[in-house]
Nanobody
Framework: QVPLVESGGGLVQPGGSLRLSCAPS????????MGWYRQAPGKQRELVAR???????DYVDSVKGRFTISTDNGKNTVYLQMNSLKPEDTAVYYC??????????WGKGTLVTVSS
């Protein structure tokens, strides 16, 4: 499995913005899903946003209208633009790809902390 690498996390005040990026260490073929998960302290990991080829974009209800997922397929790159951040958005954010054959790829995570 090829590792994915996330970047862009950090500390931000409520109402602020961050943009996360994710790309593999080398090019991966056959990717049809790119997405972001997050895991808050003491909580279960949840799907935040994803793009599926031919089927569009999905978001968890709590981030609709605030987060935007986008991709650059030619570079195997996925982004998560996070606006109007709230303390409850604090979590480790993980990048996830799914390729043909149901092969999955994960990043190690990047920490987003929303606090005043």
């Amino acid at each position: 499995q090829v590792p994915l690498v996330e970047s862009g996390g950090g500390l931000v005040q409520p109402g602020g913005s961050l943009r996360l990026s994710c790309a593999p260490s080398r090019i991966i073929g056959g990717i049809y899903v790119m997405g972001w998960y997050r895991q808050a302290p003491g909580k279960q990991r949840e799907l935040v946003a994803r793009i599926t080829s031919g089927r569009g974009t999905d978001y968890v209800d709590s981030v609709k209208g605030r987060f935007t997922i986008s991709t650059d397929n030619g570079k195997n790159t996925v982004y998560l633009q996070m606006n109007s951040l709230k303390p409850e958005d604090t979590a480790v954010y993980y990048c996830n790809f799914v390729a043909l054959g149901a092969i999955t790829y994960w990043g190690k995570g990047t920490l987003v902390t929303v606090s005043s």
